[in-house]
């Protein structure tokens, strides 16, 4: 890992599974203060009548304010294609600031394409974006965020002390990994990421963003990087073999059910376009993707 220092601290994690989209959002608090974060907060969303909902991020608000936590970042590991941001409501209602990685431009400029609009469509209201390597805090809580792209090209991961949110680079280790195939995305890069995730010590717990439940088991959210290391898809291949494996995957793949609400809220940190009378709306692009 060369001159790397890893983030010293162990936050205490609350995952919250959303049932709907088979996401995750955490609770991450410092042990020594009431410094928090959220991560991936999913907002409930019924395409048919385009209907919002903030039921699953209310009971997340609810524990922050049962606990009497301080709410200092709303992180997304990237621009989710799979389900609605809650990250502005959360942060309308217990303040915090909302973080993304740096990258969000590309997939902003690939986006706006496809949806045929003028670039303030797609215009990111995040409070900050992260640099690749970039250290910051919760708390005393040291983390640092790491540019881990391959499923979409913003994608990061963010290594909190000895925990390490991995968005949608890896799923749990009978899972697999996520796909690489959305506009950005590459196999090659995806493996190189989850390299750098697996060089960490073997004891870093990682969390990760989704779970669909393979074989119908139980809803498993947490392994180790140990664990990883055996991970379905990363199993008895190279990089090669993996890359061939991954487009195999994902050549069978329909499109995420939500993706053409999600990009364009998501990439307005969880804020719905407004129509000229400022009401919230959606564009939906046809024949575009
Ligand atoms: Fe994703």
Redesign the pocket.
Known sequence: MGEFRLPSGRPEVEAFYHEDTGSLSYLVKDPDSPACAVIDPVMDYEPHGARSGFAFAERIAARIRERGLRLEWIIET?V???HLSAAWYLRTGLGGRIGIGARVARVRELFSDIYGVPEDFLDAPFDHVFADDERYRIGNLEAVAWHTPG?TPACMTHLIGDAAFVG?TLFMPDAGT?RADFPGGDAGMLYDSIQRILALPDETRVFV?HDYRPGGREVRWESRVVEQRANVHLAGVDRDGFIARRRAIDAGLDLPRLILPSIQVNLRAGRFPLDETGRPWLKLPVDRL
Do not use: L
């Open positions: 990237h989710h294609a799979d499923h949608d996520a963003c």
